[in-house]
């Protein structure tokens, strides 16, 4: 029987249904930091299913989610990948609240790179997250937990938090559809912030139907999110043919072996579908990806964990406590100069996106092994954010979707448009699947 959406069934043994997906997680202990007892699953799921089966409206009933460890799940610790800083949150974050009255059922909570700080995904003392096919690559951050949990089949679904990348590079890495809403759509109440202006709850599944929809799910205006904001309601639809920015020639930088051609064929089938692409020079993008470590913004995590971080300097990642430290020095001076960069940036990107659907990019550089990161914890994943650090920055939605595969392992890119374009880019999506 089906649950309403997205392929998700209303399993007609519950209890087995938890026990099975349970014993997947067991394989890959590092994805979680905390699961719910069982019993706890199955009763829930029970209860959710015989609702559903009675005839309640409950769209995701079936549906099991994995959230990442930095967003409250009500008598789950949160921890931020960091046991000193735990805390036991009396209630879901809103957006964990809104999937669970539509029938969702949350296994628990996963593994990430500290305080969300990080795309590589082994910054943690709860072990680093090996990707979930090849144990010697990274999983990408800092969402790698839930990222791993979906590419396994323990959960449909995944929340994730990406504030320079960090749900669309470990979507990209497993094959996965990464939905990064605008900003603010999806309440960050229940969030522990990375830097808060800036952080957007992600969704992560195999399917983007039901990645969208969680969405949609989640999305509204929260009083406790002085940020929150609604979807207008203007009806914005693709232009005919669609028009698909791609970076001029040489605008790509390095990128892995075969990765060139993966993203060429990828825009190709976007030319076959009847789409028109257009060269569009992406340097403000990348000036202003830069400007997330490279400038002031970086000030905001120390404002959001700086405190605990110098009050604790034995329990936290060396290199999260000594990106998060080094911020604590910026002067005021440096962040009204770069808002003002900002500002102008902002005004490139509407400029380049005035006939534009939406642009098209890889979503990341390269995937590297656990070892590449423990030999440049810092040069890693800098480059990893080259293609995602703008976004939010820059109010845009972006979305990650498969895009075939290298040597074995799955490639992706991403589709980004302006602020609310969030419908159009699931559209363009599909074109080009």
């Known amino acids: 029987m089906s649950g309403g959406v997205n392929g998700i069934r209303i399993p007609r043994d519950p209890r087995a249904h938890v026990a099975s997906r349970l014993a997947l997680a067991g394989a890959r202990p590092e994805a979680w930091i905390e699961l719910r007892p069982e019993w706890e699953i199955s009763v829930e799921l029970e209860s959710v299913c015989a609702r559903a089966r009675a005839g309640e409206s409950l769209p995701l009933a079936g549906a099991l989610v994995a959230v990442k460890g930095n967003i409250d799940v009500a008598g789950l610790d949160t921890t931020a990948a960091c046991p000193a800083f735990a805390y036991r949150p009396a209630r879901d974050a809103t957006a964990v609240a809104r999937l669970r009255a539509a029938g969702a059922v949350v296994l628990g909570v996963t593994n990430l790179d500290q305080f969300a700080t990080g795309l590589v995904g082994s910054r943690s003392p709860y072990g680093a997250v090996r990707h979930a096919t090849d144990a010697s690559r990274i999983s990408g951050g800092s969402s790698s937990g839930s990222a791993v949990a979906v590419a396994l089949g323990v959960a449909d679904l995944a929340l994730g938090t990406d504030t320079a990348g960090s749900g669309r590079v470990p979507a990209a890495f497993h094959g996965l559809y990464g939905v990064k809403p605008t900003k603010g759509i999806v309440p960050a109440a229940g969030v522990v912030p990375a830097c808060r202006s800036l952080d957007v709850v992600t969704a992560m599944a195999a399917d983007l139907d039901l990645a969208e929809f969680a969405v949609t799910v989640m999305s509204g205006v929260d009083e406790r999110d002085p940020l929150s904001r609604a ?81 604790h300097p034995d329990e936290v990642d060396p290199t999260v406590g000594g990106i998060i430290r080094r911020a604590r020095d910026i002067p005021a001076w440096r962040l009204y100069r770069d808002l003002e960069r900002l500002d102008h940036a902002r005004q490139d990107a509407a400029a380049a996106f005035g006939d534009l659907d939406a642009l098209l990019l890889p979503t990341t550089v390269e995937h590297p092994t656990l ?63």
């Open 371 to 433: 070892a590449d990161v423990a030999a440049d914890p810092i040069g890693v994943n800098s480059r990893l954010g080259r293609f995602t650090n703008f976004a939010n920055l820059l109010d845009l939605a972006a979305l990650a979707m498969p895009a075939g595969e290298v040597d074995g392992l799955p490639f992706g890119v991403q589709l980004v448009g302006p602020a609310f374009s969030d419908r159009l880019l699931g559209e363009i999506a599909r074109i080009g699947r």
């Open 231 to 311: 979807t207008p309601e203007v009806v914005v639809t693709l232009t005919d043919p669609p028009r698909i920015g791609v970076p001029r020639s040489g605008q790509l930088g390095e990128l892995a072996p075969g990765w060139a051609e993966a993203f060429r064929a990828a825009a190709d089938r976007y030319a076959t579908s009847g789409a028109d692409l257009v060269e569009v020079d992406i340097r403000p993008f990348l000036d202003v990806a830069r400007m997330l470590y490279d400038g002031a913004f970086v000030a905001e995590r120390y404002a959001a964990v700086g405190k605990f971080v110098d009050a």
